[in-house]
């Protein structure tokens, strides 16, 4: 059972908007930044989001994060075939001493 | 630019010690932004974070996994490893090295491209 809560899959049609949500708590999410990685099957995961909203070099903007309290969501607009990935969220927790990790949700587009 | 790569048997018998090397390239290991990590996937699971090291030796381990596990680093090699003790099953697993930062931003940006280990007699 993972710390962070996603649901285990989303889907949509191209060029429309999906988001994925990850549920946590305040010893995770609430106090702690938030990241979002992207994993096609067979590949390693890919940073999508850092700092809760932040994308590194190369992430388009159709990529976009938000936190709110002990949630976090992850917001992907026109979306494409290449999109179908699965998607983890990740933050550190205070009161374990570690970082944890969502349990991942497919998407299908 | 950065590349992990890890190495290691990719078979292991159960209740032996499970060993992986990440050999880094385009950046000195020594760097104090950064914890080298290591995080594993079952297959058809998700993501687990086993533990971090810092090149001065600073340790951050899973608590779940901590009795089993130790993380080193050799910086004139450039390289960090993690040793799972007394293996099973449920170790069976993609193995992945990464970098994350230092600090509140504990993302991890840069991951090598993982290895399959497969803990069976």
């Known amino acids: 059972q993972s710390v962070l809560t996603q649901p285990p899959s989303v889907s949509a049609a191209p060029g429309q908007k999906v988001i994925i949500s990850c549920s946590g708590s305040?010893?995770?999410?609430?106090?702690?930044?938030v990241s979002w990685y992207q994993q096609v099957p067979g590949t390693a995961p890919k940073l999508l989001i850092y700092d809760n909203n932040k994308r590194p070099s190369g992430i388009p903007d159709r990529f976009s994060g938000s936190k709110s309290d002990t949630s976090a969501t992850l917001g992907i607009t026109g979306l494409q075939s290449g999109d179908e990935a699965d998607y983890y969220c990740?933050?550190?927790?205070?009161?374990?001493?570690?970082?944890?990790f969502g349990g991942g949700t497919k998407l299908t587009v | 630019q950065l590349q992990l790569q890890e190495s290691g048997p990719g078979l292991v018998k159960p209740s032996e010690t499970l060993s992986l090397t990440c050999s880094v390239s385009?950046?000195?290991?020594?760097?104090?932004?950064?914890?080298w990590g290591w995080i594993r996937q079952p297959p058809g699971n998700g993501l687990e974070w086993i533990g971090d090291?810092?090149?001065?030796?600073?340790?951050n381990y899973n608590p779940s996994l901590k009795s089993r596990v130790t993380l080193s680093i050799d910086t004139s090699k450039n390289q960090f490893s993690l040793k799972l003790r007394s293996v099973t099953a449920a170790d069976t697993a993609v193995y992945y090295c990464?970098?994350?930062?230092?600090?509140?931003?504990?993302?991890?940006?840069?991951w090598g491209q993982g290895t399959l280990v497969t803990v069976s007699s």
């Open positions: 305040g010893s995770n999410i609430g106090n702690n930044y």
């Open positions: 090291i810092f090149f001065a030796g600073n340790t």
């Open positions: 990740g933050t550190w927790d205070s009161s374990l001493g570690a970082c944890v």
């Open positions: 990464a970098r994350r930062m230092v600090g509140a931003s504990k993302f991890f940006q840069h």
């Open positions: 385009g950046d000195s290991i020594r760097n104090n932004n950064y914890y």
